[in-house]
């Protein structure tokens, strides 16, 4: 089935700590994994994405890791700041075929504290 | 390059009617995706359209359509509103097939 587990619900971290967020999918043929930050009021917003070629990709205080064969992605966050605190998703890409379907994880409060 | 657009941004209903949302994708793009976010369920996929056609639909019901004009711009309507059916409606349009998909700040649907 469509499925996407997103750990933890909510985190909450001091500030210059790490945070990690980890997701695991169902359906074998996803191969673009996408992560966004939602604001309040606001539209999520792309921070990083991974395709199913790579297994990490880093962008300055982010980086997303990719394990296929487990079925598992995560989210890791260094140096946090307190304007990283937000609900943030992972989703992956459904089947094979020409979609753009993604499928989201129920989202992780993050609080990073002053 | 102006963001992905979309109308209103706010609306309130009641039950049994129906409502139009409107989409304006970002310049170039030519795939429209809709989706259904609710506390209780999350962001769901509703539909999505690439050069007017539709190419996939989530599991909701048949009250719920859309349709993409050849400007790539989008419609969704939800026919005969229940109190179930108030959510954010979030549009997101890309360049294509596992392209980025880019987000507009979504239409708040309060249906009493």
């Known amino acids: 089935g469509e499925n996407v587990e997103q750990h933890p619900s909510t985190l909450s971290v001091q500030e210059g700590d790490s945070a990690v967020i980890k997701c695991t999918y169902s359906?074998?043929?996803?191969?673009?994994f996408p992560w966004y930050k939602q604001e309040l009021g606001k539209g999520p917003q792309l921070i990083i994405d991974?395709?199913?070629?790579?297994g990490e990709k880093k962008d300055q205080r982010i980086a997303v890791t990719l394990n296929k064969t487990a079925k598992h992605f995560s989210l890791h966050i260094t140096e946090t700041q307190p304007e990283d605190s937000a609900v943030y998703f992972c989703?992956?890409?459904?089947?094979?075929?020409?979609?753009?379907?993604?499928?989201f994880g129920q989202g992780t409060t993050l609080q990073v504290k002053p | 390059k102006a963001g992905v657009t979309q109308t209103p941004r706010y609306l309130i209903k009641t039950r049994g009617q129906q409502v139009t949302l409107s989409c304006s994708p970002i310049?170039?793009?030519?795939?429209v995706s809709w989706y259904q976010q609710t506390p209780g369920q999350g962001l769901q996929f509703l539909f999505e359209?690439?050069?007017?056609?539709?190419?996939n639909k989530g599991n909701f019901p048949g009250r719920f359509s859309g349709r993409q004009f050849s400007n790539s711009r989008s419609e969704m309507n939800v026919s005969t509103l229940e109190l179930g059916d108030s959510a954010l409606y979030l549009c997101?349009?890309?360049?294509?097939?596992?392209?980025?998909?880019?987000f507009g700040p979504g239409t708040r649907l309060l249906v009493l």
């Open positions: 997101a349009s890309s360049l294509g097939w596992l392209e980025t998909q880019y």
């Open positions: 359906d074998s043929a996803s191969n673009y």
């Open positions: 991974i395709r199913s070629n790579v």
């Open positions: 989703a992956a890409s459904w089947g094979s075929s020409n979609t753009g379907k993604l499928i």
């Open positions: 310049s170039g793009h030519r795939s």
């Open positions: 359209y690439f050069s007017e056609t539709q190419r």
